[in-house]
């Protein structure tokens, strides 16, 4: 590798970890180039597919798609979702169904194998699951959650 | 406040490290925020009114994606590039400039950060007091702004510390060393490498023990046009306050995210190495 690396270029604060082929620099005024770069391996997790496909169908919404002067999801809200799901997901847990909601925020939905689970994200670091299982168990119901989706997870490991 | 590694090896109590002459590069600190609903690039203009005696100078940028720390089971995964097709405006973001360039803020429609960084200008680390006094008055003068506009709530969502660390790979006597002499964790590796990354992350803790933010641990090192070694060590913390979200509660939260980051900067580098740096304590 020819190597001429450690110049400064423009500054560029606040990181991006997530869903980035590298890392936006946090504060950073410079750069490495032509530097070892890390380029994750394509994935093949058809969950991320098929929920990007829905994201693009609803940061598409205009204005008053509900009849009732609603906005689309806001990208904040996507953001949260798309950390949520990286967080609670494995690879082969079933993609849930995407339905926008008034005041920007976004519901998930999972109707299989006995279980309704529903998570309703209503702005960044505001979310509340809801579960019914069909086999009797006590539901959950309206559980407020924000940063912790372990909760959330376990349930969907019931949907492999 | 306190953020702990859940292997946490600092005690509470334990002094913070000190350096009289720190390798800091640049330091951001700042607050990611929802419900400036009504925010526009005119507001942007009316924010930069109030600051322009002391950040004359502006920049638009590409603003920032929303970004925020949860906790599962499956963090780990990759990344996936995406395409997005969106209908709201995208605002920039405004970088508001100091004299010497040694000082900005950085304003989008939900971040505002203010950053630090050497110049020829500025050379000398201000103390974190200082950038934690600038980012408590731009703080205020952000809450005030948004009321006096009415352009909606601000809602803290994430609270961010970060510092850029510049280490030329040289000794006391300003000659080339190894990695290992800075990082001896870098131990055993034979030969000398031309460069590289070393990235991890790891899980903070609240004092309840719930995960309530990140550590990102990004290490590149290289040669530069002149020859000369050198390795650029960024350490940020991002996280959330698990209750109260006021502005008090930021600054706390984001004092605990610093302390971190030193205690992490003293831990991964060496004893040599904090003699170059002039440790005090």
Request: with cysteine; aromatic share 10%.
């Amino acid at each position: 590798m020819n190597l001429q690396e450690l110049r400064y270029c423009d500054p560029s604060p606040a990181v991006d970890w997530e869903y980035m082929q590298e890392p936006q620099r946090v504060g950073s005024s410079f750069a490495l180039v032509n530097l070892a770069r890390f380029v994750p391996p394509p994935t093949a997790s058809s969950w991320r597919v098929t929920v990007e496909g829905q994201f693009c169908n609803l940061l598409k919404l205009e204005r008053g798609w509900d009849g009732y002067n609603s906005g689309p999801i806001s990208r904040a809200v996507a953001a949260f979702t798309r950390a949520i799901l990286k967080s609670a997901m494995k690879p082969d847990t079933p993609a849930p169904t995407l339905v926008p909601t008034r005041g920007g925020g976004v519901q998930l939905e999972w109707h299989e194998q006995g279980l309704d689970i529903e998570l309703m994200v209503y702005r960044p670091m505001d979310a509340e699951l809801t579960v019914h299982f069909l086999d009797g168990r006590d539901s959950i119901e309206e559980e407020p959650l924000s940063m912790n989706f372990e909760l959330l997870s376990e349930v969907l490991e019931e949907l492999i | 406040m306190r953020l702990s590694f859940p292997d946490q090896a600092s005690l509470p109590g334990d002094p913070l490290p000190e350096y009289a002459a720190p390798p800091v590069a640049e330091t951001t600190v700042g607050i990611q925020f929802d419900g400036l609903d009504a925010y526009n690039s005119l507001a942007a203009a009316d924010f930069w009114a109030e600051v322009k005696a002391q950040f004359p100078a502006v920049e638009e940028r590409q603003p920032l994606e929303p970004a925020f720390e949860t906790f599962g089971p499956s963090d780990g995964a990759n990344a996936v590039a995406r395409i997005e097709m969106v209908t709201e405006v995208i605002q920039p973001r405004f970088f508001f400039v100091s004299k010497d360039e040694a000082q900005l803020i950085q304003l989008q429609r939900d971040r505002l950060f203010y950053n630090w960084r050497r110049t020829d200008a500025a050379l000398e680390y201000p103390r974190y007091s200082h950038v934690r006094g600038c980012l408590s008055e731009n703080l205020d003068r952000l809450y005030r702004w948004a009321a006096r506009l009415e352009l909606g709530e601000v809602v803290p969502t994430q609270c961010e510390a970060v510092y850029v660390n510049r280490i030329p790979l040289a000794d006391a006597e300003g000659n080339k060393c190894g990695l290992s002499f800075i990082f001896p964790w870098l131990n055993g590796l034979k030969g000398m490498t031309e460069d590289g990354i070393f990235r991890f992350r790891r899980r903070l803790n609240d004092e309840t023990g719930q995960p309530v933010a990140r550590l990102n641990f990004d290490l590149r090192y290289g040669t530069d046009e002149e020859g000369g070694r050198e390795a650029h060590l960024m350490l940020a913390v991002r996280g959330r306050p698990s209750e109260l979200l006021t502005k008090e509660a930021c600054l706390a939260f984001i004092d605990a995210e610093r302390e971190v980051i030193v205690r992490t900067f003293t831990e991964v580098t060496s004893e040599d190495a904090h003699k170059l740096w002039e440790r005090t304590r």
